[in-house]
C-alpha cells in the first residue's frame, strides 16, 4: 500500500487526479517542462526521478529549517529553493492547464 504522507506520493495523487498518470510520467512526457527543468535545474540531469528530484531538493531542506531549525543556508541555496518551487508550480499549473482541455474535450 502507498504511503499518501510522503511529499513524492502526494505529487503522484495531484498527477493522476489532474492528468490521469504519474508526476515522473506526466513531466517526462512533456518536452516543454523537461526543457525548463533542464535549463533551471541542471543538477536534475542525475535524477531518475523527478518528483524525487523536488522532494529532496525543496521539501528536505524546508524539513531541515521547520523541525530542526536548521537557519543558515546562503543565498544561492535559498534561490535554489525559489527556483525549485516557482518550478513545481509552473508543472502543477500543466496539469491544471491538461485537465481543463480534457474536460472541456468531453464537452464538445
Known amino acids: 500500500m502507498r504511503n499518501w504522507n510522503s511529499v513524492a506520493a502526494r505529487?503522484?495523487?495531484?498527477?493522476?487526479f489532474l492528468a490521469g498518470e504519474t508526476f515522473d510520467s506526466f513531466?517526462?512526457?512533456?518536452?516543454?517542462?523537461?526543457?525548463t527543468i533542464k535549463?533551471?535545474?541542471?543538477?536534475?540531469?542525475?535524477a531518475t526521478s523527478m518528483?524525487?528530484?523536488f522532494q529532496d531538493h525543496l521539501f528536505h531542506k524546508r524539513n531541515k529549517i521547520v523541525h530542526h531549525g536548521?537557519?543558515?543556508?546562503?543565498?544561492s541555496e535559498a534561490t535554489?529553493?525559489?527556483e525549485s518551487a516557482r518550478t513545481l508550480l509552473e508543472i502543477f499549473g500543466e496539469m491544471d492547464r491538461k485537465r481543463y482541455r480534457?474536460?472541456?474535450n468531453r464537452l464538445h
Not at 517526462?28 to 526543457?35: A, F, I, N, P, T
Not at 535549463?39 to 542525475?46: N, T
Not at 536548521?70 to 543565498?75: G, L, R
Open 51 to 53: 518528483k524525487q528530484f
Open 11 to 16: 505529487f503522484d495523487k495531484v498527477c493522476d
Open 80 to 82: 535554489a529553493c525559489v
Open 102 to 104: 480534457d474536460l472541456m
Open 27 to 35: 513531466v517526462g512526457s512533456s518536452e516543454m517542462l523537461k526543457k
Open 39 to 46: 535549463e533551471r535545474h541542471p543538477e536534475s540531469a542525475a
Open 70 to 75: 536548521k537557519i543558515d543556508y546562503t543565498q
